[in-house]
């Protein structure tokens, strides 16, 4: 027989249940992390540890014997230089980032991927030391002027093509590097001259 005392324990079971799940949303709210989660695996290890550092900052970060790693770090926002003890990339570390980093140390510029959050701009910032690494070579000031501005105009429009094929680079890197690619054609051109 349908009472009123069950349609009562009904209602209550539904409240109690709307009251748990309100309860589990505020829980697992996310307060903004102080901190970023850098892990990762390096394939053929160059040494057990990473250097995170800047000019005032420093941290290592102990590298299993599987290439395995992950720590936290308070950093202040910008670019941070990574050392595995033979070789270092620059990467940007802002607090509330968890990014994941992976290479291979036999191709290490080659290989470097990173994934979450903040993954894009450090993408771009391997693939930016790439592409410095193919486009400038002394060789490049040994050329006839006409042939060198031409040249330096090919690889301002390449690293300004880099750059735009990211869609997400955090803000204060994008706009550090639209300036910085503004005046590399300047910077070329006077490095140029003073070796003529």
Do not use: H, W
């Not at 926002?77 to 003890?85: A, L, M």
Request: charged content about 30%; glycine content about 6%.
């Amino acid at each position: 027989m349908f009472t009123f005392e069950k349609i009562k324990n009904k209602s209550m079971k539904k409240i109690l249940i709307l009251c748990c799940a309100f309860a589990i949303a505020v829980a697992c709210k996310e307060e903004p992390k102080d901190y970023v989660t850098l892990s990762g695996k390096i394939t053929d290890k160059n040494s057990d540890s990473l250097v995170v550092r800047t000019r005032t900052y420093s941290k290592i970060i102990k590298v299993a014997n599987d290439g395995t790693f992950k720590d936290t770090l308070k950093v202040e926002q910008g670019i941070q230089n990574i050392f595995d003890g033979k070789e270092q990339t620059n990467t940007f570390l802002k607090n509330g980032q968890n990014l994941n980093l992976t290479l291979d140390t036999k191709q290490f510029d080659e290989t470097i991927k990173f994934t979450g959050e903040g993954s894009e701009t450090n993408n771009y910032l391997a693939k930016k030391a790439l592409l410095r690494e193919s486009v400038f070579s002394p060789a490049l000031f040994d050329e006839k002027e006409d042939v060198f501005k031409t040249k330096v105009s090919e690889i301002v429009s390449e690293f300004s093509d880099l750059l735009e094929g990211y869609k997400n680079v955090d803000s204060t890197i994008y706009a550090s590097e639209k300036e910085s690619i503004g005046k590399m054609s300047d910077g070329l051109l006077k490095a140029y001259s003073r070796q003529r």
